[in-house]
């Protein structure tokens, strides 16, 4: 008789459970859990266990913006086509993936941000690490950008085209959370008009061809 072995039982990723119990019960009660004890005693966990990959609430918020960005740059970089972009289709396509990916949790993002806006002057504490993140991303793709020329080197303003375009997230993010037209269509008419605003005035203008034309002049006297 063949000697059969018993299946281990795969092994539950405990952080990823975490994250969408707590995006479930804010589905469902609209507010997040009263306390990390009666939160893991649903869940049939340990106390421990759920301080062992987060310190509070707000880091399991941290940790699902930083999971959407995550996806949403894997599926880049998982397309051929995505590496031979210019910087510019490159930004474009990150929003219109990302928006895709925000779909997922929509209902989610709206109990937490929809009647309540993102403040546009303080960041909540749950996003600084997908700023972070961002941030990095963004940088190689206007590097990219300047070395090609599409972008131009300005003295301190350079430095802080990378701010810019964040803000510019976040307010594609406040546009598509106010979007009721039917398949987000004005939110990807908002991307294509701000994504091409930010890199006509990032790029080489008129101003930069008269003071560069102002240059030679001078240098040639």
Known sequence: MEKTTAKKPAKVDKRAKIMEAFKGYILEHGKSPASVFKFTKELKM????????????????????????QVTLEALESQEVYHTYSSREKLLAFFYTWIEELKHHRSYLLVLYGEHQLPSRSLPQELKGFRSDFKTYIQGVLAAGEETDEIAKRPYLSDK?????????MFVFRFWVKDQSDGFEKTDEAIEKSVNLAFDLMGKSALDTFVDFAKFLYQSR
């Open 161 to 169: 085209y990378d701010e810019a375009i964040w803000l510019q997230v």
């Open 46 to 69: 340990k106390e421990a266990d759920f301080y062992a990959f987060f310190s509070s609430f707000t880091s399991v918020k941290k940790a699902i913006w930083q999971r959407i960005l």
